[in-house]
Nanobody
Framework: QVQLVESGGGLVQPGGSLRLSCVAS????????MGWYRQAPGKQRELVAT???????TYADSVKGRFTISRDNAENTVFLQMNSLKPEDTAVYYC?????????WGQGTQVTVSS
């Protein structure tokens, strides 16, 4: 079992920045990769960024150069630094942990980009 708790969402103006955090607890030694996904109203959940246990990162084309995923192994925490935010980044952002047999999800945190 893995528990994920996200924080850091909120309302920000276009061009602004936010930093999301996701703290993992439980059988964290089994985690192969962690990532962030997002779901906007009326749309499917989509990948934003992932980071493997070896530190390899991947990003959606729409966020490359603006978002950075990182982790603090000592604190079992994954971060998503979001810069140059756009209205189209508005969504609920979910933390994900991938284990061999299944995925775990956090409860989600709302990010709203609006003037």
């Amino acid at each position: 079992q893995v528990q994920l708790v996200e924080s850091g969402g909120g309302l920000v103006q276009p061009g602004g920045s936010l930093r999301l955090s996701c703290v993992a607890s439980g059988t964290i030694f089994s985690i192969r990769a962690m990532g962030w996904y997002r779901q906007a109203p009326g749309k499917q959940r989509e990948l934003v960024a992932t980071i493997t246990s070896g530190g390899t990162t991947t990003y959606a084309d729409s966020v490359k150069g603006r978002f950075t995923i990182s982790r603090d192994n000592a604190e079992n925490t994954v971060f998503l630094q979001m810069n140059s935010l756009k209205p189209e980044d508005t969504a609920v952002y979910y933390c994900n942990a991938k284990l061999a047999m299944r995925d775990y999800w956090g409860q989600g945190t709302q990010v709203t980009v609006s003037s």
